[in-house]
């Protein structure tokens, strides 16, 4: 079955260090992959998409590269903040339309980015 | 402010009495689901709707029922809530074509 796995374990870094979070997938070719930003107790918030045929993908101080052969995924926050703090979902989808559009969501990777 | 509305925020019933949860979303947004979260197993999708009169089952619908008269709103109903259905809900919305789903705050139930 379709398995996505990010680091289960919390992430501490020094604010200011560069924070890197990995997302794996197996059993799955996904066309694209999302990363989103979730707080204690509210939804999660998209932050940006990458598709199968990009290599990278960057906003402000995140980037993304999407590693087809690898299957795997890295998300990094650059220059991190202690507001930076959240728990990190990454989401593959096969598809644009119908079933297909269903995300799979891997656990979360919470990160605490300390003063 | 475009959004995603979910009530109540937070709900404590007990078993077997019947409650909605209210979604509604200001963006004419297509397609719409229902996801609880627990810990240890993430986000799992319950039910979703492609558009108005059409949904279908999630991953885990045993126990819930939708509806979707209007595309604005999508409520997820428990007919006979049972303590395993203790948990974190969100609606989500997102345009038919672009999958980036929009969330709602999210309601914590608890089922006593």
């Known amino acids: 079955s379709q398995k996505i796995e990010q680091n289960s374990e919390a992430l501490n870094i020094q604010e200011g260090k560069t924070a890197t979070l990995t997302c794996n997938y197996t059993?799955?070719?996904?066309?694209?992959l999302q990363w989103y930003r979730q707080d204690p107790g509210r939804g999660p918030v998209f932050l940006l998409l990458i598709r199968e045929n990009e290599k990278e993908k960057r906003k402000e101080r995140l980037k993304v590269t999407f590693d087809t052969t690898l299957k795997q995924s890295l998300f990094h926050i650059t220059a991190s903040q202690p507001a930076d703090s959240a728990t990190y979902l990454c989401a593959p989808g096969s598809g644009w339309a119908g079933n297909n559009r269903k995300l799979i969501w891997g656990l979360g990777t919470s990160l605490a980015v300390n003063p | 402010e475009a959004q995603v509305t979910q009530n109540p925020r937070y709900l404590i019933t007990v078993t077997g009495k019947k409650l909605t949860v209210t979604c509604s979303q200001n963006?004419?947004?297509?397609?719409m689901s229902w996801y609880r979260q627990d810990p240890g197993l993430g986000l799992r999708q319950i039910y979703y709707s492609m558009n108005v009169e059409v949904t279908d089952k999630g991953d885990v619908p045993e126990g819930y029922k939708v509806s979707r008269k209007e595309k604005r709103n999508f409520p997820l109903i428990l007919e006979s809530p049972s303590p395993n259905q203790t948990s974190l809900y969100f609606c989500?919305?997102?345009?038919?074509?672009?999958?980036?789903?929009?969330f709602g705050a999210g309601t914590r139930l608890s089922v006593l």
């Open positions: 963006m004419n947004h297509e397609y």
């Open positions: 989500a919305s997102s345009l038919f074509g672009e999958n980036i789903q929009y």
């Open positions: 059993n799955y070719s996904p066309a694209y």
